[in-house]
């Protein structure tokens, strides 16, 4: 298993058309850590995870897969954020 950060800018006005890519992060092993922030546990390569959401943004949408290996450090975030970083990352 890998662990990658998953970041975006939506360039789109309306949320509601994007949610075919919230989905998608969705039926990963993924937590919505804030407002355009994603923390995602795949099998798949970096590159593997930016290709499964490509067919769900519009082209001049920003999207960012990043790896990461050590728990992270944050002062906030979203609901379940606790739960998932203790679950992939215990002590």
Do not use: C
């Not at 937590?31 to 590159?47: D, E, F, G, N, P």
């Not at 930016?50 to 450090?73: C, G, N, W």
């Amino acid at each position: 298993m890998a662990f990658y950060v998953v970041t975006y800018d939506l360039k789109k006005k309306a949320e509601s058309e994007y949610q075919d890519l919230w989905d998608e992060l969705d039926s990963m092993d993924s937590i919505k850590t804030q407002k355009s922030v994603y923390l995602v546990s795949s099998a798949r390569t970096q590159k593997e995870v930016l290709e499964a959401l490509r067919p769900h943004i519009q082209e001049d949408d920003f999207v960012m897969v990043v790896t990461f290996s050590r728990k992270p450090s944050y002062t906030k975030a979203l609901k379940g954020t606790n739960a998932w970083i203790t679950l992939h990352f215990p002590d």
